[in-house]
């Protein structure tokens, strides 16, 4: 027996017997007991310590003795209260039975009949309590009870008595005491004064819920969701399934008026307006054919390479942090599904998930990322089990083209992505023609442990810190602990490796090998798999310097993915590299026209103009970066090597003192620094800090390429090639970049130059 029970065991001694746990959630423990008295089983539900820690016990007691006097045959009694150790409890009969929730998360959405039924039931008791001056406060899913086919209400005035016990306490001061999926406007504003009212809207949202498979407003944050309530409209049920009857689709949205004058003016109002509305005599043969959903064209088809669709960062509802990685993961594959289908444009992940967190209409983020159809949905966890659901909107004409809902266990979230991919495709064919079906199934494994660790492995990846590319390593051996075959998770190895080596986190002989390694191992289990070709090309070009098998590489990465923008990218700095800056432009361009909102490809397009002397237009673009991202460590080094190779050193002594002092002494801007010092004549103050630089790569990893670079801007031309010769034997990223780097100029001319570049473009 786990201590927790056997603690809770020995202080409820002569009253109940723990016998297990059956849950928890964001208030409380729920266990399951028995009376020791009248030898029956009971529900005992007992406040986390931080919540009962700021309670009033009396208070709290007493308003669950008010709750506990009602007795209705759709309301669970409240049998007892107390305080354990400090920590205040409840006990409730024990129902045979599941929850609402538990239900919906399994069926989604209910028959209409059996929604109503429950709605109805519900009402009962909101319309007894509220006539005894009662206020549920938190009616929700979790709170219906399912029992012998009847629907009672738990936890009834629970909500008010922790409202109550809290007041005058300044941690709950100002909270609104309620879930937010469910919570009235007025109840999300914060008003004092609730009455029966509130409770119909809640009951208006669950039944929303049963009959759509999502409550009416979703959201990224609990703050969200409130304001969502108080602000937008809701949208109509009939648009999402249209067999629900217009007379009840009406009685639902008038329970979810914003104004509480505008609602049912008692619960028993609107249970009678529900049973009206699905009788025979007020039902038509238009019902149904009302608000069904328009198969008309789209309006527009901006994308470059035809129809435009952006899949949206799919939101984590109702779950901790922890599980963002799996919503964020569910957006990239459907993107990468999708990215698949002939004449079908997908916003890249990059430009998508700059509009995440931003106040846009679906207009508005069709307009800005350039496509006709916007993709949004959600991922609700239970357990091992999961609810997604999907939308699919026309965002010029502001309509719902597609949507879905799915109840399943972890394992069946493959056939969940395919069937989202393969409607989506159905309600565009015609814009599309008929796709391979192959085409749209990519994954590689069917484990869905390994799958879990791989959408770890490339959430951490995304985060492009050291700690973040470490723990990405350590997922995706996971992932290749549950299923070695699994190709995506090889690739995504090779990813992480190569990225510690292009962020100068690591030595590129330390970890390069490695990513080349993963990265043919990928291709010989999936050699259609493009991320893995671009892989294998970037280490053919920096660490190989085989430059034949590298432009082999990306076009044959760019022939299985065409819209892949950082495919694209990579070649163009590839031939930028070989002084091929005509078609590297070109190629950038496509890159561009891809993701037209990418930070990490307007920063490779503006490295571009840098190497290519062009600094005034690059120092242009740079200041663009940092006012989308301040925080974007590249384009911060690179304005400051564009101000120092430009001419322009005091104005770049200032840009890099204070990207410094926001960001801190990293090697990359002390040398940046370093150089505009020395081009300023400012000698000692870049001698002083190459100084410390040095002191630092003792103890420290210190990229060559840093202290080679300060060495040239100081005329140190011994030193510098001393380093370089570091740089080559460690095969610096800097050595691919010999014929192109501008900080690599002060060493031109000289012969030791000439015998490291004819070595590596040989």
């Given amino acids: 027996m786990p201590d927790e029970i056997k603690r809770l065991s020995a202080a409820l001694r002569g009253q109940y017997v723990i016998e297990r746990e059956l849950g928890r959630g964001g208030m409380a423990f729920v266990y399951l007991a028995k009376d020791v008295k009248h030898q029956r089983k009971v529900a005992v539900k007992v406040l986390r310590p931080e919540l009962s820690a700021t309670l009033a016990s009396q208070r709290f007691h007493r308003e669950i003795q008010i709750s506990g006097r009602l007795q209705h045959p759709h309301i669970l009694a409240m049998f007892d209260s107390g305080a354990i150790a400090g920590q205040l409890y409840y006990v409730m009969p024990f129902v045979e039975g599941e929850t609402l929730r538990e239900r919906l998360l399994r069926e989604m959405q209910l028959p209409v009949d059996q929604a109503v039924t429950i709605t109805c039931e519900i009402a009962e008791a909101l319309g007894y309590a509220h006539s005894h001056d009662v206020v549920h406060r938190d009616v929700k899913p979790d709170n219906i009870l399912l029992s ?20 005058g306490d300044e941690i709950t001061r100002g909270l609104a005491i309620g879930t937010p999926a469910y919570m009235s406007p007025e109840q999300a504003a914060g008003d004092a004064l609730i009455d029966g009212r509130s409770d119909i809207y809640s009951l208006g949202c669950v039944l929303y819920e049963m009959l759509v498979g999502e409550p009416p407003f979703t959201g990224p944050s609990p703050q969200a969701v409130l304001a969502r309530h108080i602000l937008e409209p809701v949208k109509r049920i009939t648009t999402v399934r249209p067999s629900v009857p217009l007379p009840l689709e009406e009685a639902a949205i008038k329970a979810l008026s914003k104004a509480p004058a505008d609602r049912f003016e008692t619960a028993e109002q609107f249970a009678e307006a529900l049973r009206v509305s699905i009788s025979p005599a007020t039902r038509t043969p238009t019902d149904r054919l009302s608000h069904r959903p328009s198969t008309g064209s789209l309006s527009r088809f901006n994308g470059p390479h035809g129809l435009g ?10 779950a901790d942090a922890d599980k963002e990685f799996f919503s964020d993961g569910m957006a990239d594959e459907l993107m990468n599904a999708l990215a698949r289908v002939p004449g079908l444009h997908v916003a890249s992940r990059s430009s998508v998930f700059s509009v995440r967190g931003r106040q846009l209409s679906l207009a508005e983020i069709g307009k800005q990322l350039n496509v006709d159809t916007v993709l949004e949905g959600s991922v609700r966890w239970s357990g091992d089990g999961l609810r997604i659901t999907a939308e699919l909107n026309d965002v010029a004409q502001g309509r719902i083209l597609w949507s879905g809902t799915f109840g399943r266990k ?164 590839c031939l930028m590299a070989q002084g091929r800056s005509g078609e590297s432009f070109q190629w950038m361009d496509r890159a561009r026209d891809l993701e037209p909102l990418s930070v990490p490809i307007e920063f490779q397009a503006t490295t571009l103009l840098y190497r290519a002397r062009r600094f005034d237009d690059a120092i242009a673009g740079y200041r663009r970066i940092i006012e989308t991202e301040p925080q974007y460590y590249g384009a911060h080094v690179f304005i400051g090597f564009a101000f120092a190779n430009g001419g322009r050193c005091e104005e770049g002594i200032v840009e890099m003192q204070r990207a410094i002092a926001a960001m801190g002494s990293i090697p990359g801007l002390e040398t940046a620094l ?10 000692d103050e870049a001698t002083a800090l190459l100084k410390r630089m040095l002191e630092k790569s003792t103890a420290e990893y210190v990229a060559p390429a840093f202290p080679t670079i300060l060495h040239g801007a100081l005329g140190e031309s011994d030193a510098a090639f001393d380093w370089l010769g570091k740089a080559y034997e460690e095969r610096s990223l800097l050595m691919a970049l010999l014929q192109v780097e501008p900080c690599l100029d002060p060493l031109r001319g000289d012969s030791r130059f000439d015998a490291f570049r004819k070595k590596v473009f040989a």
């Fill in 410 to 573: 972890l394992h069946d979230v493959f056939a969940i992505q395919e069937e989202i991919t393969r409607a989506i495709v159905a309600e565009l064919r015609t814009k599309l023609g008929e796709p391979d079906s192959e085409l749209l199934i990519r994954t590689s494994t069917r484990n869905p442990d390994a799958y879990q660790s791989y959408l770890r492995g490339r959430y951490c990846w995304n985060q492009r810190t050291p700690q973040g590319l470490e723990r990405a390593l350590q997922f995706f051996s996971e992932a290749l602990k549950s299923d070695p075959e699994y190709a995506f998770a090889h690739s995504g190895q090779a990813d992480a490796y190569i990225a510690l080596s292009q962020f100068q986190y690591a030595p590129p002989r330390a970890v390069l090998p490695k990513a080349e390694a993963a990265a043919k191992k990928a291709i010989e289990l999936q050699e259609s798999l493009a991320e893995a070709h671009l892989s294998l090309a970037h280490i053919y070009e920096v660490f190989h310097w085989q430059w034949v098998a590298a432009e082999k590489e990306f076009l044959r990465a760019l022939d299985l993915d065409p819209s892949h923008s950082r495919a694209h990218a990579w070649y163009a700095d």
């Fill in 148 to 167: 012998s086919k009847h629907a009672v209400v738990a936890d009834f005035g629970v909500a008010r008595a922790i409202a109550i016990a809290a007041e």
């Fill in 309 to 318: 669709i952006a899949v949206l960062p799919f939101t984590n509802v109702g």
């Fill in 674 to 683: 370093g150089c505009c010092l020395a081009g300023a004549g400012r000698r």
